[in-house]
Nanobody, 132 residues
Framework: VQLQASGGGLVQPGESLRLSCATS????????IAWFRQAPGKEREWVSC?????????????NYADSVKGRFTVSEDDAKNTVSLQMNSLEPEDTAVYYC?????????????????????WGQGTLVTVSS
């Protein structure tokens, strides 16, 4: 199993950026996929997760951190084995190294209601800098 994040760069506040996570060695539908970020000097922070357990029997469920809700959108391209993170209306506070992660348990990982880092597999990060 491998994941590789890419697409980071330097953008100005208000601009958009699209990150990609290329995956191999597993079927996307069978793994929960999460995005995390880590700003300089701060702990790694959960951004989003795609839960593959289909609690309604039909759809995957995507969850977002409050700080990015309405601005960030996650999508998957099964044919390309790629997960994308579309980031709009970027703010300086979004500056961080962004990581994608996968877990074979299919569900997003929480403990005590808070997202946790215990995903099976991680990609290397890609740096996003939002600055004028």
């Amino acid at each position: 199993v491998q994941l590789q994040a890419s697409g980071g760069g330097l953008v100005q506040p208000g601009e958009s950026l699209r990150l990609s996570c290329a995956t191999s060695g597993f079927t996307l539908d069978d793994y929960a996929i999460a995005w995390f970020r880590q700003a300089p000097g701060k702990e790694r922070e959960w951004v989003s997760c795609i839960d593959k357990t289909k609690l309604d029997g039909i759809n995957f469920k995507v969850n977002y951190a409050d700080s990015v809700k309405g601005r960030f959108t996650v999508s998957e391209d099964d044919a390309k084995n790629t997960v994308s993170l579309q980031m709009n209306s970027l703010e300086p506070e979004d500056t961080a190294v962004y990581y994608c992660a996968a877990d074979s348990r299919q569900y997003c990982l929480y403990y005590g209601g808070a997202p946790i880092l215990n995903y099976d597999y991680w990609g290397q990060g890609t740096l996003v800098t939002v600055s004028s």
